[in-house]
């Protein structure tokens, strides 16, 4: 497997060096603030888990972090390059190695699941390759063990429309890992699933960056934070309230987090 | 939050909204002043002269000429009009496509021009942002701004009476309609699943055909089907430059006053117009059923296409489409069109030659008085002509739809067979497939039998041909009407004119408002047409200047209709906005 160093433009020769670093990011919508001077760093292989309350700003530090959205102030740095100061097509090799999952999925729903997964080689596709792909589809084999891989190798060629909640959401697992990034972010993973779900949701998940890739997810779940992660970052009200190994995280801390004003 | 910064988009320049009342009176203010313009108020209207002459043209639809050399003449026709139509579309979907890519909003936004943030930009900012876009919707704007016609004339001088002329005459302003409504089509898609891709580092065209392209796929076939039932009517109104087919046959019967010809004609012109728009509707069926008033006003393009899953209309929709193929073979081989003029050096030529000639433009002899004379009556032409449609239209599709006799039966009581609401609606529909099958100048020739010459032939002719085109949408939209709200006002005893008053209307009303308002829009452009077989107006000057290779003045005579269309089409889309919200 080629390592990050090789793909990326830039070097970055430190031993563990630092896949994100904010520097006192806010970033505002209209009026509302969304996050508020937030200074970050997150390491290679690391696996945190946010949590806080809704509207904390958890989404939107996701969509800083995979480049969706560029901050009202400071500076996000994804393997040690600024991607404010970039242009789109600049970002893009970055964004390679970001592979996100939506709370909303964000699949196409006319497509068959087969071209959704496809979707996430896009990137390291030619155009032609992806154009015919979508009237022969190619390198099935792949998608189908991907689909195999997240329990469902029977809808591969499946109007995704057709679907259950829970098996898109298996797709848009699947289209991240064909992506093969090195970090997965997730925004609200189990939010609207079952708890039996969930637990096989988290494990692939924590399976995964058992590989050496960089995870974070977004949880409303705190048991999991404590079960699956090695960092847990608390957001409240868009500040950061506390950033710890699970084992200093006291049900105290967890309380303020939560609690109602 | 999110969200709220994704539908802070809206396009950079709107009229504001008028008040509903407002428009109401704007509206009869300018019917009074429309009337009067066509001497509505005083003069001799009706020629009463003409009448033998109307009974002539009944005595030869009676005695029709069936011999097989004169079908054998009208079945070519009807084929080189349908090579025309098919070849036009072909090329205004590909114009279409390009040009939809590249003016929808969605495209820049990819392409880092107007790229999602939390910065607040500066006025100036914004406008560079936005400035790609508005380039190419501005560019988009001229060719959709003159009708078929007025092309087909301009093209005449470049490639001279070939199957190209009447080809490119219906591709280039189509292709422009067709950019704009692709570019909305795309637009309104969920932009989610493109942005994540993109997010995901998937570069723009790659994430356009595998996130937008097929979210939008049924819509654009849609309206794509629907633009071949307008290119057939277009391909028939081009005969009249003189580029073959049926409307041209037609023109030379009634001008040579052989009116046992007209029956076999018309009886062509119905069966190919008809059998497309049937095609057409059952083909949007099969895609998830919008009606062709939702596909053309905007609302509904993001309508939910779940029946496309079952196979028979699957099966239905690959057949149309090798249909469509093997059309499109069998009218390259008809026609023969020699594409390699477009890039003869004589083309180039003459193109410069032409553009040489027209610029810098003159006013025409009367002055800007006189051409300003002329875009009023343009203007009042297409005014009258909406005016009539609109309320006749309305109350035609009820009787048409025939849908407020039957509420609340289920299909296999429905009354059936010879009853006299059944009749009524199919004579309604059959009238409806006339009037907009038979083209507008046809129309006015007729019409000139026993009115006198003026703006009112025209607008006559105008209103004919619309109503059968909006009559026939508004019967799908009644036909196609929650029958809920009206059952159970029915099973509280109101009465069928109750239920048509605060059932039926509140329902499609703002609709139909809607879709008259952007018939306007294309009215206008009709006008030309009709000018050109004598009815006034601006068409009348431009026919005259082009007979007289006038260019520098036919420049000025284009300026003045792209300026008056650009004026009624900011007027209908800012009626029509205050209308869907």
């Known amino acids: 497997m080629i390592t ?74 994804v393997f040690g390059q600024s991607l404010v100061r970039i242009s789109a097509r600049q970002r893009r090799p970055f964004q390679r190695q970001i592979g996100t999952l939506y709370q ?18 896009l990137g390291s596709w030619p155009l032609l390759k992806s154009l015919a792909s979508l009237i022969w589809p190619l390198e099935t084999q792949i998608a189908a063990e991907t689909l195999a891989q997240v329990g469902i190798p029977e809808k591969l060629y499946e109007r995704t429309a057709t679907l259950s909640g829970g098996q898109q959401q298996r797709v848009a697992i699947a289209r991240v890992l064909v992506q093969n990034p090195d970090v997965i972010l997730a925004d609200e993973p189990i939010a609207s699933i079952d708890p039996e779900r969930s637990r096989e949701v988290m494990n692939l998940l924590r399976d995964l960056s058992g590989q050496g890739k960089t995870l974070i997810v977004s949880l409303h779940a705190i048991e999991y934070a404590f079960s699956h992660f090695d960092r847990i970052i608390g957001l409240r009200a868009g500040r950061l309230l506390f950033d710890l190994i699970p084992s200093e995280v006291t049900p105290a801390m967890i309380q303020t987090l939560y609690k109602l004003t | 939050m999110r969200n709220a910064a994704l539908s802070a988009r809206r396009p950079a320049f709107r009229l504001r909204m008028p008040p509903r009342q407002l428009i109401w009176v704007g509206v009869a203010a300018s019917v009074i002043w429309a009337a009067a313009q066509a ?11 003409g009448w033998s002459l109307v009974m002539r043209l009944v005595d030869g639809l009676l005695h029709p000429n069936f011999s097989p050399a004169f079908l054998r003449l009208t079945l070519d026709s009807t084929l080189i009009t349908l090579s025309y139509a098919v070849l036009g579309t072909f090329f205004s979907l590909a114009i279409g496509m390009v040009g939809g890519i590249l003016s929808s909003e969605v495209w820049w936004q990819a392409h880092g021009f107007s790229q999602e943030t939390a ?12 400035s790609p876009w508005l380039a190419a919707r501005t560019l988009l704007a001229v060719p959709r701004s003159l009708h078929e016609i007025v092309w087909g004339l301009i093209f005449v001088n470049i490639f001279g009476l070939v199957p190209l002329t009447a080809i490119f005459a219906i591709a280039v302003p189509f292709g422009a309609i067709c950019a704009k409504v692709f570019s909305e089509i795309l637009d309104e898609q969920p932009r989610q699943p493109f942005l994540a891709m993109l997010n995901a580092g998937a570069p723009p065209l790659q994430a356009f055909f595998y996130a937008l392209f097929p979210s939008a796929l049924p819509n654009l076939i849609s309206y794509s089907f629907y633009r071949f039932e307008c290119s057939i009517r277009s391909a028939t109104v081009l005969g009249i430059i003189g580029a073959g087919g049926l409307g041209y046959q037609i023109l030379l019967s009634l001008q040579s006053l052989r009116y046992q010809e007209f029956l076999p004609m018309l009886i062509a012109l119905l069966l190919l117009s008809g059998l497309t728009d049937v095609w057409s509707s059952r083909l949007r069926q099969a895609l998830g059923g919008s ?66 000639d027209s610029f810098p433009p003159r006013m025409p002899d009367g002055g800007l008085l006189y051409l300003l004379r002329l875009s009023g009556q343009t203007l009042a032409i297409s005014i009258l002509a909406m005016a009539a449609v609109g309320p006749l239209a309305m109350a035609a599709a009820f009787v048409g739809s025939g849908r407020l006799r039957n509420l609340g039966q289920i299909t296999a009581t429905r009354q059936s067979g010879l009853s006299p609401a059944a009749i009524s609606s ?34 006559v002719a105008l209103a004919l041909h619309n109503w059968g085109i909006t009559g026939r949408l508004m019967v799908e939209t009644v036909d196609n009407m929650d029958e809920r709200p009206l059952v159970a006002l029915q099973s509280l005893g109101a009465s069928p004119g109750q239920i048509f008053m605060y059932g039926a209307l509140p329902d499609v009303f703002p609709g139909f408002i809607s879709y008259i308002f952007y018939r306007w829009e294309n009215c206008i452009r009709e006008t030309v047409v009709i000018g050109i077989v004598g009815a006034g107006g601006l ?12 260019y520098p003045a036919i420049t000025s005579t284009l300026i003045a209709l792209i300026l008056l269309t650009i004026l009624v089409d900011l007027l209908s889309s800012a009626v029509r906005r205050q209308y869907r919200s």
Request: glycine letters at 8%; a positive charge.
């Open chain 2, 39 to 49: 001497n509505l108020f005083s003069g001799a209207l009706i020629n009463p002269g």
């Open chain 1, 4 to 77: 990050i160093k090789e793909k990326l433009p830039r070097d970055s020769s430190a031993p563990n060096p630092a896949v994100f670093r904010l520097r006192d990011v806010s970033c505002h919508f209209e009026s509302v603030e969304a996050i508020t001077g937030l200074n970050l760093e997150i390491g290679r292989g690391e696996k945190v888990a946010l949590v806080g309350p809704s509207g904390a700003g958890k989404s939107t530090l996701i969509l800083l972090l995979n480049g969706s959205l560029a901050p009202t102030q400071g500076d996000v740095e």
């Open chain 1, 104 to 121: 909303q999925f964000h699949l196409v729903n006319n497509l068959a699941v087969i071209h959704n997964i496809n979707a996430g080689r």
């Open chain 2, 119 to 130: 910065r607040p930009g500066s006025i100036a900012l914004r406008f560079y942002r936005r």
């Open chain 2, 539 to 550: 068409g009348r000057l431009l026919s005259e200047q082009l007979s007289n290779f006038d």
């Open chain 2, 426 to 459: 199919y004579l309604v529909r059959m009238f409806f497939l006339i009037a907009r099958a038979v083209p507008t100048p046809i129309w006015v020739l007729v019409i000139l039998f026993v009115v006198f010459p003026g703006i009112l032939p025209g607008a």
């Open chain 2, 291 to 356: 009606t062709r008033i939702e596909i053309q006003t905007g609302i509904n393009h993001t309508a939910s296409n779940s029946s496309i899953g079952s196979t028979r209309s699957a099966a239905f929709l690959k057949g149309s489409l090798i249909s469509i193929l093997l059309l499109t073979i069998f009218a390259l081989v008809y026609l023969k069109p020699d594409f390699s003029s477009i890039l003869a050096p004589r083309t180039t030529q003459l193109l410069e030659g032409i553009l040489r």
